[in-house]
């Protein structure tokens, strides 16, 4: 069950496609994984910071509220959903490194990050956020980031849709912890972003738990990429789902 705990903080990403489409996904899909509880994303798309994408729909003035959300797990687990503070970094850092390596995980890169190189994301993320250009909470359990979850707005004529990303580590998976983290950015994603209209994600072919999972919650598949990814060798395809608002 969710509820609100605290609201007193400052909030300090084919072949009969054209080639425009598959080089925007290409784009898109920047940093981003699969998991087996659903489609993982820590930075996805080219970024809606222009003044031209501000433009396009104008921001409500932005919140000094940090939202920050209570939720216990089907095992009793106790987890808090919470906008990101620019003190994250290295929490989000060791989060996002713990991908590297895991079998299928569908992370893009195969290198890990560094401190440097993440507080850069953050810095650019919190000004997103500030600006409603991106929704994201972490899941924080025991004083760690153990998933986070994002909605980001695309620029120019795309900016009526958004980019949808999720991650949650191993130990909080099969919990209801994803479906719940999903259905609360993305209702935060609505309150905030003035005239958004539709979500899109992708997911790897054999990520087929995290599809069921977005077609739960309210995501369409729309198209496939054959061997839009290459692992060991190994080529897959990836879906592409859509959610209208």
Not at 20 to 40: H, K, L, M
Not at 169 to 185: D, M, N, P, Y
Not at 213 to 239: H, W
Request: contains cysteine; charged residues 35%; hydrophobic residues 40%.
């Amino acid at each position: 069950m969710l509820a609100s705990v605290e609201e007193n903080a400052l909030v300090d990403s084919m072949k009969s496609f054209p080639l425009s489409v598959v080089n925007e996904w290409s784009t898109a899909r920047n940093r981003s994984i699969s998991n087996r509880g659903a489609q993982v994303a820590h930075d996805w798309g080219p970024s809606p910071d222009h003044p031209r994408a501000a433009k396009a729909f104008p921001a409500r003035r932005p919140s000094r509220i940090m939202q920050r959300y209570a939720f216990t797990a089907r095992d009793g687990k106790k987890v808090v959903f919470r906008e990101p503070r620019s003190t994250d970094a290295r929490a989000l850092m060791d989060f996002i490194n713990g991908f590297v390596g895991e079998d299928r995980s569908g992370l893009l890169i195969d290198k890990k990050t560094d401190i440097k190189a993440e507080k850069r994301w953050l810095k650019q993320r919190m000004r997103e956020i500030k600006g409603r250009l991106t929704v994201m909470l972490l899941v924080e359990c025991e004083g760690r980031v153990v998933g986070n979850c994002d909605v980001k707005r695309r620029m120019w004529k795309e900016s009526h849709r958004a980019v949808f990303g999720i991650a949650l580590s191993e130990e909080v998976r099969g919990k209801g912890i994803g479906e719940a983290l999903i259905r609360k950015t993305i209702a935060l994603a609505k309150q905030r972003m003035r005239g958004l209209e539709a979500i899109d994600l992708a997911v790897i072919d054999y990520n087929r738990r995290a599809k069921g999972l977005y077609s739960k919650v309210g995501f369409v598949k729309v198209a496939r990429m054959p061997r839009a990814i290459k692992e060991d060798r190994e080529y897959f395809d990836e879906d592409w789902m859509v959610m209208r608002l």
